[in-house]
């Protein structure tokens, strides 16, 4: 089992900054790639950014060049998010997932961007 907490979500003006972050506890050592995705409402959740064993990334076009994932070694995982705007506004969750065992996911922690 793993279990994921995030925070720093909150209120920010369009064109600020925020820094999401997830602690991992539990059986981590089989993670395989860990996430944060998003969900708005009324609309599906969307992966937002991936970091997958090894180091390796991706993000979704929406956020490419203003939000960067990365990991410290202690099972911390980031979400630095620049330049934002209304349109980011949703929950974000943190997701982790161990090869036959599934993914994992975090209770969400809530952005608002105000234009």
């Known amino acids: 089992q793993v279990h994921l907490m995030e925070s720093g979500g909150g209120l920010v003006q369009a064109g600020g900054s925020l820094r999401l972050s997830c602690a991992a506890s539990g059986d981590t050592t089989h993670i395989f790639h860990w996430g944060w995705y998003r969900q708005a409402p009324g609309k599906e959740r969307e992966l937002v950014a991936r970091i997958i064993s090894g180091g390796s990334t991706n993000y979704a076009d929406s956020v490419k060049g203003r939000f960067t994932i990365s990991k410290n070694a202690v099972n911390t995982l980031y979400l630095q998010m620049n330049s934002l705007n209304p349109e980011d506004t949703a929950v974000y969750y943190c997701?982790?997932?161990?090869?036959?065992?599934?993914?994992?996911w975090g209770q969400g922690t809530q952005v608002t961007v105000s234009s």
């Open positions: 997701s982790a997932f161990v090869p036959d065992s599934g993914t994992y």
